[in-house]
């Protein structure tokens, strides 16, 4: 499935009075209209591999149709996406469930559909067909060395595919921890864990990261071995300086500041970069936004606050990435409300009046803080981010263009109704 061009265009253009107007009335209120288009031109969020079928829970699935049975037709799938938004131009692999059959095919189509592979995933979280060793008491963790040994060749050999298909980071979570006090012993359990990934750190190449992902509970409900972002820090720390903290926005206790852990984690040039998703009570992966849409747009205030602190270049010198599951939406429509508010929560924190904001901060004048950043989150700026899209040649409305052109129904005739998506 290809998105015709011409279509797009068609489609712009039907949309263009509506859109001129309100772009227009966007501009008379947004004095820096021009520099954060292009920065939202550049700016783009790699798309996982494992999150374009269906997702369930330990109760249901309930499986969509014309879903991609392997990841050429994944990458087809993220292709369709950014024709739409200009903003999805990467994939996330996650092995072994995406692992290539051909790199150079693999290659020529991600060139052809103007794709680049993002951070690569392990997985020691299942134990695959004819595994040796069971992960079931952890893997880098483990008491048994042998199950560590088997944990960290994985990784290693997660980092040759990426090599091969010129990914730059390998991201680790580690599903390890206890479920009952007394299971297990923290201190060896994270000595352990951190021998593991000392020897993945080493097989780095010169130029890769390694992302830390913490977790405070699931599929472990007592400890998690890397449970928060102090302890990845700690882990991120010892490793060196190739290794950084992600921060998967669902992985944290309820109510936890996640807007003060990046502030504090990119002031450490540790912040490795993000799994974006929402949620309101545990690792839900719902879309991006659709829940806590005020704490996205203080997490981007102070990413953008950090990072032109210290000259970061915005679109590159972080990873992003979305993480979520789909269990009762058609998964390109969620991922592109996903992107969407991601694209407008950073367009609002670049809207931010710094100066007067910092103003008002160095004399305690609480009141004016909270106007300046309320007042820029109810500015709305889906016309600037609409004309950002249609400057880079996507679509105006990429939801309405999807629906209107049918594309999931040209899919389910392309592929059928039985493919059944790898991943979650
Ligand atoms: C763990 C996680 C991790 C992925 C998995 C699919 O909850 O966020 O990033 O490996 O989801
Ligand atoms: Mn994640």
């Not at 692999?93 to 052809?112: G, Q, V």
């Not at 680049?116 to 060395?145: E, H, R, W």
């Not at 992985?251 to 799994?275: D, R, S, T, Y």
């Not at 300046?372 to 600037?384: E, G, Y």
Request: glycine share 6%.
């Amino acid at each position: 499935m290809r998105i015709d061009k011409q279509q797009i265009d068609q489609h712009n253009t039907d949309l263009q009075k509506v859109h001129q107007k309100r772009f227009d009335f966007a501009k008379s209120e947004i004095t820096n209209a021009e520099s954060i288009i292009q920065k939202l031109i550049d700016f783009n969020v790699a798309i996982p591999s494992w999150a374009l079928g269906t997702g369930g829970t330990r109760f249901a699935r309930f499986s969509g149709a014309g879903e991609p049975g392997n990841l050429e037709e994944k990458m087809e799938d993220i292709a369709v996406l950014h024709a739409l938004n200009n903003s999805s131009g990467a994939i996330s692999l996650h092995i072994p469930w995406d692992i290539p059959s051909n790199y150079t095919a693999i290659k020529k189509l991600a060139a052809d559909l103007n794709l680049k592979f993002d951070a690569m995933n392990s997985n020691t979280f299942q134990d695959q067909k004819g595994q040796a060793l069971s992960y079931k008491f952890g893997s880098l963790q483990n008491t048994n060395k042998a199950i560590r040994k088997q944990a960290i060749e994985h990784n290693i050999e997660v980092i040759k595919h990426g090599i091969e298909l010129g990914s730059k980071a390998l991201t680790v979570w580690l599903s390890d921890g206890s479920c009952f006090p007394g299971q297990l012993n923290f201190r060896k359990a994270f000595q352990n864990t951190l021998e593991g990934l000392q020897e993945i750190y080493a097989a780095l190449p010169s130029d890769w990261k390694v992302f830390v992902e913490y977790k405070a509970f699931e599929p472990n409900f007592y400890s998690m071995t890397v449970g928060d972002w102090g302890q990845s820090l700690l882990y991120a720390n010892k490793l060196g300086p190739k290794a950084f903290t992600l921060v998967d926005l669902g992985h944290h206790l309820p109510n936890a500041n996640i807007e003060q852990i990046v502030a504090l984690l990119l002031m450490e040039k540790k912040l490795a970069g993000f799994h974006f998703n929402d949620s309101k009570y545990g690792d839900d992966d719902l879309t991006v936004g659709s829940i806590k849409p005020y704490q996205l747009f203080l997490i981007f205030n102070e990413l953008v606050e950090g990072m032109d602190a210290r000259g970061m270049n915005h679109a590159t010198d972080l990873g992003w990435m979305i993480d979520a599951s789909h269990n009762i939406k058609d998964p390109l429509e969620d991922l592109l409300q996903s992107i969407e508010a991601i694209m407008i929560s950073y367009a609002q924190a670049l809207l931010v009046d710094r100066t007067i904001l910092n103003k008002a901060q160095e004399n305690n004048d609480v009141v004016a803080a909270q106007e300046i950043l309320q007042s820029t989150f109810r500015t709305d700026v889906r016309a600037i981010v609409a004309e950002a899209r249609l400057r880079a040649g996507a679509a105006l409305d990429p939801i309405a263009y999807y629906r209107n052109n049918k594309i999931r129904e040209s899919l389910i005739k392309e592929r059928g109704v039985n493919n059944i998506a790898t991943g979650l």
